[in-house]
């Protein structure tokens, strides 16, 4: 009766394979502080500290 039943949480599934792939790409040269993945990570730090920084002041 259910054609697409086979097909349920593919989607999920390529999402993960996907985000496991970009993660390697980024990964590779991980030892070093100036891999993209460092530069990516400390980039999404500064901008939540700015953020909530920016949450704290009174309006």
Known sequence: ???GGAARGQ???EYVVVC???ALA???GL???Q???????DA????YQRFAYALSLPT
Do not use: K, P, T
């Open 11 to 13: 989607a999920s599934l």
């Open 35 to 41: 891999s993209v993945l460092w530069q990516l990570l």
């Open 1 to 3: 009766m259910r054609a």
């Open 44 to 47: 999404l730090r500064v901008a």
């Open 26 to 28: 980024l990964g590779i």
């Open 31 to 33: 030892w070093n502080d």
């Open 20 to 22: 496991l792939a970009l």
